[in-house]
């Protein structure tokens, strides 16, 4: 059955870098667009960022622009989110998920157009 493992996440300090990995079981990540959604206590899931599978043209939320980067390794069937300049805003359990197809839609931050789910990892950014 299909399966989703986020990796990655820890304690930083303001200003520092986390990478995140995305892994997959029971299929390809290459065939679906790819998704990275947080989630902090009291708060609504966030979509982060995702690339398509088509093009693999990536897109950002607002709030992580030129801070945030993902990106594929399509040999170790692999997505990394890769976040630099981190805030205490970014504090959240981060979880990856796999699109129903190769593209998603405008409304992609609702989460709506992903199947499969991870557990999620935890990203603390905090003195």
Known sequence: QAQLVESGGGL???GGSLRLSCAASGFRLDY????????????RREGVS?????????????????RF????DNAKNLVY?????LKSEDTAVYYCAAGLGSEVSVAW????????????TQVT???
Request: aromatic share 18%; net charge negative; charged share 15%.
């Open 12 to 14: 930083v300090q303001p």
């Open 32 to 43: 679906y667009a790819i998704g990275w959604f947080r989630q902090a206590p009291g708060k």
């Open 50 to 66: 995702y690339i398509s599978s088509s093009d693999g043209e990536a897109y950002y939320a607002d709030s992580v622009k030129g």
């Open 69 to 72: 980067t993902i990106y594929r």
């Open 81 to 85: 989110l890769q976040m630099n300049s």
């Open 109 to 120: 931050e609702t989460g709506y157009e992903f199947g499969a789910w991870g557990q999620g």
């Open 125 to 127: 950014v905090s003195s």
